[in-house]
């Protein structure tokens, strides 16, 4: 059993009142917290004690491509030098990077990750349990054609990661799955946390509102025929998130073109759901310092999310579109950026908001019975000044 006590501690909800004594067991099970109390047999420290970090969105396997795609291309542009650069390296190069790239999210305290997977590059790493894992095995077929091929492949892969870890087979983004490919997504997810990139550039709204724009030219390449677009009438998620009804957790990423009228739809597409006895729950995850490298501008709605009392967790997104992979650096970007949220809430996205999004109940708060990673950085002192160059240790 140890005992150790700061003056500054964030439980994952809130900081408590003259910090606490946490009572916690040599397997990082938390016995107690002692809210305002300093035991005098406790290991006294400065600093903040915080639970683990959550990142509610990686691609881990895209770790090779760090320093490889030009920022604030757009998205259009970003994925097709994705597409044309993955080629290029081999698989000892890219396994290599996925190790390193695991290591640096364990050394800026994430305890769990909600990874996106295209290919089972990331199965010998996930196989270590050196973090914990949800795999979001990604599907994306924009003709209805070819929706049943793509998710039997999906199936075959996410049994692979479903022997290591809860994994679920996940949409791509509104764009890039056609209503077939969807359906099947929707029947076949009941329970578990899917995730979806949702209004990341200008280009999707244009497309699924009125049938044209950027997208119209990158979809006939990938498909190498005529794309014949529908004008919808409605925005990308009104558009979207109706057809996710099988009592699922949604995580929206990224949101960075999202408006406020799509908050208050999505809200009102929640609370209809659940009064007709469909669970659902809604999580907006945002990748602040990725949205500021592909599209050079931030998500507009963290104000009205905050009005709306929506629940906001965090992502890292990919070292593609990131220099690093720390769930501290978003919530610090985030505070440098915008006024809008409290250290207190972005430690709650960064922590308890991320394991209820990811599913994992043990994780993301310093309360008994608890089993979440105990952070302390050394140099945090004041609530409201987030340390520039955090040293994060590792309690347990
Ligand atoms: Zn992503």
Redesign the pocket.
């Known amino acids: 059993m140890h005992k150790i006590y700061s003056q500054l501690l964030h439980n994952g909800t809130r900081f408590l009142n003259n910090g606490g004594t946490i009572i916690y067991a040599n397997n990082g099970t938390i016995i107690d917290v002692l809210a305002g109390q300093q035991l005098a047999d406790a290991q006294i420290v400065d600093g903040l004690l915080c639970p683990g970090f959550i990142n509610a ?1 990686c ?1 881990l396997e895209l770790s090779y491509l760090q320093d490889v795609i030009p920022q604030k291309t757009g998205l259009v542009e970003f994925i097709n030098h994705i597409n044309t650069k993955r080629n290029l390296f081999t698989e000892e190069f890219i396994h290599e990077k996925i190790i390193t790239a695991e290591q640096q999210m364990i050394d800026n305290g994430i305890v769990a990750v909600g990874d ?1 997977s295209n290919t089972n590059y990331t199965i010998a790493q996930k196989q270590k349990r050196n973090l914990q894992y949800h795999t979001f095995v990604e599907v994306a077929g924009v003709l209805d054609s070819i929706a049943a091929n793509r998710f039997a492949d999906a199936q075959q892969l996410l049994q692979q990661f479903a022997a290591l870890h809860n994994s679920s087979i996940v949409p791509h983004a509104p764009y890039s799955v056609s209503k077939q490919l969807m359906q099947h997504v929707n029947n076949t997810s009941t329970n578990f946390p899917i995730s979806m ?1 949702n209004q990341e550039c200008q280009a999707e709204d244009d497309l699924i509102r009125n049938g044209v724009g950027e997208f119209i030219p990158f979809l006939e390449n990938i498909t190498k025929q005529q794309f014949k677009a529908i004008a919808h009438n409605k925005s990308s998620l009104d558009y979207t998130l109706p057809q996710l009804h099988n009592k699922q957790s949604v995580l929206l ?2 949101n960075t073109f999202t408006q406020k009228a799509d908050v208050i739809n999505a809200k009102k597409n929640i609370a209809f759901a659940i009064a007709n006895g469909n669970h659902q729950q809604l999580f907006w995850v945002t ?1 602040p310092k ?1 949205n500021l490298y592909i599209e050079g501008k931030l998500p507009e709605i963290y104000n009205c999310l905050a009005i709306e009392n929506q629940t906001i967790c965090i ?1 890292t ?2 070292l593609a579109s990131n220099n690093c992979l720390s769930v501290y650096h978003e919530i610090l970007c985030m505070q440098q950026q915008y006024a809008v949220f409290s250290t207190e809430e972005l430690l709650q996205f960064a922590t308890s908001n991320g394991a209820a999004a990811l599913q994992m109940p043990h994780l993301g708060q310093i309360s008994k019975g608890f089993t979440p990673g105990i952070l302390h950085i050394c140099n945090w002192v004041l609530k409201e000044e987030m340390p520039i160059q955090p040293i994060i240790k590792r309690v347990i």
Do not use: R
């Open positions: 969105h691609h996106i990139h990423v990224h990748c990725a992502g997104d990919s």
